[in-house]
């Protein structure tokens, strides 16, 4: 089995994209074949309402027609057998690069019927990773989780109930004091980030190898 992992963050060695390399590590443990892919470093766009992938008898029906960098990673995703997509949040959603890959990704897919029907020649594992540097409390006191819950929920129309992972309160900086950021301690944070965010790479080992079983 092929685990794919997508990292939508535009970092490549902060949360993010450390949870997706735990995951990738825990496929790997139980015997699959990984790859990471950045978001950031592809030329793409989000969808072009071209309808070329609802083109009854088209050449690209049921698949993105749009040819740019994100057409190998669109290519790669049906022979593998599961994918994670891990992003941070911005403005109370993922980033808007993981956002246009998932326009693309999933709408070739969507058939327009009634109730909507799946294109995807078979099933898909699929785990999705948000993390974020507010506290459980607050993501939950302003809904984030259901904000989100419509994405999970198009996810599991296409490929089949996703594994989700919240990871909260992470840190933004290495250095709080070069940014205006009086809202956070960042003591507390310093703390948090060396005990529970271990626990949480654990979390995201856990998933890769359920997600490759």
């Known amino acids: 089995?092929?685990?794919?992992?997508?990292?939508?963050?535009?970092?490549?060695?902060?949360?993010?994209?450390?949870?997706l390399d735990h995951a990738l590590e825990g496929a790997r443990s139980v015997g699959a074949e990984t790859e990471l892919v950045h978001l950031y470093d592809l030329d793409f766009k989000g969808c072009?309402?071209?309808?070329?992938c609802k083109t009854v008898d088209g050449p690209s029906y049921g698949h993105c027609a749009v040819?740019?960098?994100?057409?190998?990673?669109?290519?790669?995703?049906?022979?593998?057998?599961?994918?994670?997509?891990?992003?941070p949040i911005y403005c109370m959603q993922a980033t808007g690069e993981m956002r246009s890959?998932?326009?693309?990704?999933?709408?070739?897919?969507?058939?327009?019927?009634?109730?909507?029907?799946?294109?995807?020649?078979?099933?898909l594992k699929v785990g999705l990773i948000y993390d974020m540097g507010m506290p459980e409390a607050m993501a939950q006191k302003i809904g984030l989780e259901g904000a989100l819950a419509l994405s999970t929920g198009i996810t599991s129309v296409i490929f089949g109930q996703p594994e989700v992972l919240f990871i909260y309160d992470t840190m933004q900086f290495d250095d709080y004091s070069k940014y205006a950021a009086a809202r956070?301690?960042?003591?507390?944070?310093?703390?948090?980030?060396?005990?529970v965010f271990p626990e949480d790479c654990k979390k995201a080992?856990?998933?890769?190898?359920?997600?490759a079983q």
């Not at 956070?184 to 005990?195: G, I, L, M, N, T």
């Open 1 to 19: 089995m092929k685990v794919i992992a997508v990292n939508g963050s535009p970092r490549k060695k902060w949360n993010t994209a450390t949870l």
């Open 48 to 52: 072009h309402s071209c309808f070329g």
């Open 67 to 87: 040819k740019d960098g994100l057409r190998p990673l669109l290519e790669a995703v049906p022979s593998a057998g599961a994918l994670i997509l891990g992003s």
């Open 101 to 123: 890959f998932y326009e693309r990704l999933i709408f070739p897919y969507l058939e327009y019927a009634d109730p909507p029907r799946s294109l995807f020649p078979g099933k």
């Open 184 to 195: 956070f301690d960042p003591v507390k944070k310093k703390q948090r980030h060396d005990e």
């Open 205 to 211: 080992f856990a998933m890769g190898a359920r997600l």
